[in-house]
């Protein structure tokens, strides 16, 4: 068990003691982020509210008290998730995890993106999902001990939390709470690996992007996530396979449907469950107008 004063790890920078208090750790660290959290007002009243609605970051263990999970906790366990639990900043493209690497911790990411991908045995690398700010990831092969059988990749500069599994591990042989949540979690993500395998056969462009926007919009992998998707064109395509000029000409074609809004730096989803239909209705509904590559 750490002391009262506890630290955080950074990439590229020096380590920092932070004092605990009744508003828990603080450190001065801090960059700029947007605000979202409502469907009930018009989109144009909705960019207003992003674009000035700008503050400094959460720092690490202010996000942790923000995750669904933790208030749950006893506060013994409670300190030790705060005391235990490290943070680390990886740039664009910088590796997270390797194919084959021991699954040591339990992956939450603070703010950013990652992509969770892998490479066949011809070389050609399937990109399975992302992971947005507010997720977590890799809870599997922690509870396995086997060795990642995948990649994460930082699309984007991304803050990234780390559990020791031994910590993780102590929290489901000790806690309840946590060891339901992470069930559901279990369970959700098997629900969207089943979506994942059908959006694999789309050949729809539209109905890809669409289906690439619904695994995003999750409440229970990314309960954080309000309206406004924080996601550029490229990495949606990325994510979606398909080229930016694709993903700009979909995105058209859905705005003139209703079902989402382009945002400067993100997408704003005004219908779920309509883009969910569009992306897993059968595929004889479906009008083919050409592949992603274009």
Not at 132 to 160: D, H, M, Q
Not at 170 to 196: K, P, V
């Amino acid at each position: 068990m750490a002391s009262k004063e506890h630290r955080l790890r950074w990439t590229g920078l020096p380590t920092r003691k932070l004092a605990r208090s009744s508003g828990g750790i603080h450190h001065a660290s801090q960059i700029h982020c947007g605000e979202f959290s409502t469907w009930a007002v018009p989109w144009a009243l909705l960019t207003v509210v992003w674009k000035t609605k700008m503050k400094f970051a959460k720092t690490a263990s202010e996000w942790l008290e923000g995750t669904a999970w933790i208030s749950n906790l006893t506060p013994i366990a409670r300190d030790r998730v705060l005391a235990d639990c490290y943070e680390h900043v990886y740039k664009n493209k910088e590796y997270v995890v390797r194919l084959k690497d021991p699954s040591l911790t339990w992956i939450g990411v603070i703010d950013g993106l990652l992509k969770v991908s892998s490479v066949t045995n011809e070389g050609r690398t399937v990109i399975f999902t992302a992971v947005p700010a507010g997720s977590w990831v890799g809870e599997g092969s922690v509870i396995k001990r086997e060795p990642r059988r995948y990649e994460l990749i930082a699309i984007r500069e991304t803050r990234v939390l780390h559990m020791p599994r031994s910590t993780f591990m102590w929290l489901l042989e000790t806690s309840y709470d946590f060891c339901r949540h992470i069930i559901d979690h279990l369970n959700e993500r098997t629900g969207q690996f089943i979506a994942m395998i059908e959006s694999s056969r789309i050949s729809d462009p539209t109905a890809k992007v669409a289906a690439a926007i619904c695994n995003l919009y999750n409440p229970v992998l990314y309960p954080m996530k309000g309206a406004l998707l924080n996601i550029s064109q490229a990495e949606l395509g990325e994510i979606a396979g398909c080229s930016r000029a694709t993903i700009n000409t979909v995105l058209q074609r859905l705005k003139r449907a209703g079902l989402v809004h382009p945002e400067y730096g993100g997408i704003l989803v005004l219908n779920v469950e309509e883009l969910r239909d569009l992306a897993f209705r059968e595929p004889s509904k479906k009008g083919g107008d050409g592949s992603c590559s274009g």
